[in-house]
């Protein structure tokens, strides 16, 4: 894991959300990583992380095992050509036989894969310099995002 954050912490204008116990956060979230182009340091309220880090099983979300000792979770979100790229086939609307529990390997996020993210349980050897490319270009598509969508509100509709 610390050689991804070290990576990523070289990114400019990053924002690494990172809630420690007894943080604010919700105690579910102590220990993640949520990571947002944000140079003016503060959490976007219009939209949501490109990539994460999870170090445990959340609620729905437990195919990955990682509340197994030592199993963390990268997540990112790279759209639909990335990750055709990345997983050998488009995102689709139904994954099954997928082993979530596999490390080091490119697998479709098991909630938001239809999305265009994907995740690498334990990033290894076989993953780890893809996945840090797939991290600097996810940066760039969330800075384009915030730069395109202008000052941080909720919303653009007036309402």
């Known amino acids: 894991m610390e050689t991804i954050l070290s990576e990523v912490r070289t990114f400019d204008g990053l924002l690494e959300l990172a809630p420690l116990p007894g943080s604010e956060h919700p105690e579910l979230s102590w220990g993640d990583h949520f990571f947002y182009y944000a140079p003016d340091g503060r959490v976007p309220r219009n939209r949501q992380p490109y990539a994460t880090i999870v170090t445990k099983n959340y609620p729905d979300d437990t195919e990955s095992r990682l509340d197994d000792e030592g199993r963390w979770r990268l997540n990112i979100h790279v759209g639909a050509e990335a990750f055709a790229d990345l997983v050998g086939h488009p995102p689709t609307a139904e994954e099954?036989?997928?082993?979530?529990?596999?490390?080091?390997?490119?697998?479709?996020?098991?909630l938001y894969g239809t999305s265009g993210w994907v995740c690498v349980v334990n990033p290894a050897g076989a993953t780890t310099e893809?996945?840090?490319?797939?991290l600097?270009?996810?940066?760039?598509?969330?800075?384009?995002?915030?730069?395109?969508?202008g000052p941080d509100t909720p919303s653009r509709s007036g309402a």
């Open 96 to 110: 099954s036989g997928v082993d979530y529990s596999v490390t080091d390997t490119f697998l479709p996020h098991p």
């Open 130 to 134: 893809r996945a840090l490319e797939a």
């Open 136 to 149: 600097r270009v996810a940066h760039a598509a969330d800075r384009r995002r915030a730069e395109r969508r």
